[in-house]
């Protein structure tokens, strides 16, 4: 099973709501990642989770908030966006830096409109 | 700092044809190398991905050649087909840590 998946698949939220995007791997991944992706845009890496512990977090602005409450599970708590904020939002995961050959595998996204 | 250039940004051909799709990277110090496709409004999918040890790696339709010395990665597509039609971003990993080099990847249509 090479599977990410993420939920929902669309979610549109005013700048006062206070939401959260949801990924889940069962490929024993202890590697996940947060990216975001503007139209005709490369993914944009946001944040690193390894062993369950936050490693990279790239500047990301605090109304942003990961959460990575197990090895299988990413939370992106999201509070007091921007429209500018309207994205793909994709979830990763991988073997973590220490083993294994570290190919990443995405999920299908959550498509995020910020009104 | 890590920069990858793909080239070209957008290709359209007539279906059956075989065409190579580059990609260009700054810094030789790469672990690996992983070809994607997207598809329109949806996540990546995972095509090819190449040790830097590796040379190139294969699989169906697809073949990925790696030359880690002059910086270059080429995606080959045999027979191209309309369904081969999507965003295909290249992507390297340096040698330490976990993080993704993006390209700003190349458009594909195939005309059927």
């Known amino acids: 099973d090479t599977e990410v998946t993420q939920t929902p698949k669309h979610l549109v939220m005013g700048m006062t709501n206070k939401k959260s995007l949801k990924c889940e791997q069962h490929?024993?991944?202890?590697?996940m990642y947060w990216y975001k992706q503007k139209a005709k845009k490369p993914p944009e890496l946001m944040f690193v989770?390894?062993?369950?512990?936050?490693?990279i977090n790239e500047s990301v602005p605090s109304r942003f908030s990961p959460e990575c409450p197990n090895s299988s599970l990413l939370n992106l708590h999201l509070h007091a966006l921007q429209p500018e904020d309207s994205a793909l939002y994709l979830c990763?995961?991988?073997?973590?830096?220490?083993?294994?050959?570290?190919?990443?595998?995405f999920g299908p996204g959550t498509r995020l409109t910020v009104l | 700092k890590q920069e990858v250039t793909q080239i070209p940004a957008a290709l359209s051909v007539p279906e059956g044809e075989n065409l190579v799709l580059n990609c260009s990277f700054t810094?030789?110090?790469?672990?690996?190398l992983q070809w994607f496709r997207q598809d329109p409004g949806k996540g990546l999918t995972s095509l090819l991905l190449?040790?830097?040890?590796?040379r190139e790696q294969t699989s169906g339709r697809l073949n990925a050649s790696l030359d880690k010395s002059s910086g270059r990665s080429t995606l080959y597509i045999a027979a191209s087909q309309p369904g081969d039609s999507a965003t295909y971003l290249c992507?390297?990993?340096?040698?330490?840590?976990?993080?993704?080099?993006f390209g700003a990847g190349t458009i594909l249509r195939v005309k059927s």
């Open positions: 490929m024993g991944h202890r590697a």
């Open positions: 810094d030789s110090a790469i672990y690996n």
């Open positions: 989770y390894s062993y369950e512990k936050l490693s």
């Open positions: 992507a390297v990993r340096g040698e330490y840590g976990n993080k993704l080099v």
């Open positions: 190449i040790q830097s040890s590796q």
């Open positions: 990763a995961s991988s073997q973590a830096w220490s083993s294994g050959n570290r190919e990443q595998f």
